[in-house]
């Protein structure tokens, strides 16, 4: 795979909320297409792609730091970390859906019994409260669980089963899920900071 498709930008709304990542080349196409400005971290400048071609490319001989580059034939174009949607202003942090993933996400991928590291593929979703008692597929009902503490559990409660969550379970917010399996960069942070802070406060 190439860089266009492993390097992620951060996905601003409208009003500068953080909506998601997206790989490089999807950020591209928003931006080319009109639809995305480029958000510069340290000035906070907006550009649109014309302008950030004429003011961050250099020709293709000059010396930059690779890593921070992708290269066209005749330029070598800095590459943008920050984008905002020209028109999208919702901020869907009201409702996360549920979802099976999500669970894995939001226990950061460990057995909520017993702490242990578990593998996507190897994942159980456990009722807290069974579903033959009527327990929900819930955010606040259910958890990630390793195969060997949910066959333990089984069909009882944590008190019956005498086993003790590490968390109560709660519905997580989108900025909590924003960066699971992404790895940050410093230039987003002034950007997830106030999210967080907005959430927060909620
Ligand atoms: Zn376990």
């Known amino acids: 795979m190439t860089r266009i498709e492993l390097e992620r930008v951060l996905t601003l709304n409208r009003v500068w ?32 792609w014309e302008q950030w071609l004429a003011q961050r490319a250099v020709p293709a001989d000059t010396h930059v730091i690779e890593a921070d580059y992708i290269r066209t034939a005749a330029l070598q174009v800095r590459i943008p970390q920050v984008i905002t949607l020209a028109r999208f202003a919702g901020y869907p942090n009201a409702g996360v859906p549920f979802s099976r993933r999500g669970v894995y996400e939001r226990d950061n991928g460990r057995c909520q019994y017993c702490n242990a590291v578990v593998h996507k593929r190897d994942m159980t979703l456990d009722h807290v409260v069974p579903v033959s008692r009527g327990g929900a597929s819930t955010w606040g009902n259910c958890v990630l669980a390793c195969a060997r503490c ?53």
């Open 150 to 202: 949910n066959h333990r559990k089984a069909d009882r409660t944590p008190r019956e089963a005498e086993m003790t969550l590490l968390a109560v379970p709660q519905q997580p917010t989108r900025a909590k899920l924003l960066l699971r399996g992404v790895t940050s960069q410093p230039a987003w942070t002034p950007f997830i900071g106030k999210a967080v802070v907005a959430v927060a406060t909620e």
């Open 17 to 48: 909320q953080p909506l998601t990542t997206l790989v490089l080349r999807r950020a591209l196409v928003l931006v080319s297409r009109d639809r995305a400005r480029i958000v510069c971290p340290q000035t906070y400048q907006m550009f649109t």
